[in-house]
């Protein structure tokens, strides 16, 4: 079981790793000014998007909270909570397409909607941070002793 945990944690480990790829590139891509054109953003955030999708089935249906409970029953709490918070990433993916939808495909977007593009990227690396941490303690003997 330790060992089936710790494979787990290494798969996920990979998984968030191509993530915050995705992720950066989106951040530099919003850095500091506007990005040129709508449709790139947009390709982008859909690219992310469809992702994250998988990423988030992987870890409701492969189980990191299976691996989590089973190892540290004591990280429940941490565990729900980190699984709601997909459902709000999610809806505020959604969103952020949604207002860079509303410019026109070839202008600009604003700066406003860059910089909720990198207020999200700040929220899923949290997201993912805090996912790391919890897989760690639960599986590979780091013990939490929250909850
Ligand atoms: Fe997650
Ligand atoms: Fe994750």
Redesign the pocket.
């Known amino acids: 079981m330790q060992e089936t945990a710790a494979a787990f944690a290494e798969e996920?480990g990979h998984?968030?790793a191509s993530?915050l790829k995705q992720l950066e590139e989106l951040e530099t891509m919003t850095a500091g000014s506007t990005v040129s054109a709508a449709g790139v953003l947009i390709e982008s955030l859909r690219a992310v998007r469809a992702a994250l999708h998988r990423?988030?089935l992987f870890?409701e249906k492969g189980g990191y909270m299976n691996h989590v409970l089973a190892n540290a029953p004591q990280l429940h709490r941490r565990t729900e909570e980190l699984l709601a918070e997909h459902t709000h990433i999610g809806r505020s993916v959604e969103e952020l397409i949604g207002n860079a939808a509303a410019a026109s495909p070839g202008a600009p977007i604003s700066a406003e909607v860059c910089e909720q593009v990198r207020q999200w990227v700040k929220l899923v690396r949290g997201?993912?941070a805090g996912?790391n941490k919890l897989v760690m303690e639960a599986c590979c003997g780091d013990i939490g002793e929250e909850d």
């Open positions: 996920l998984e968030h993530l990423h988030f870890e997201h993912e996912e």
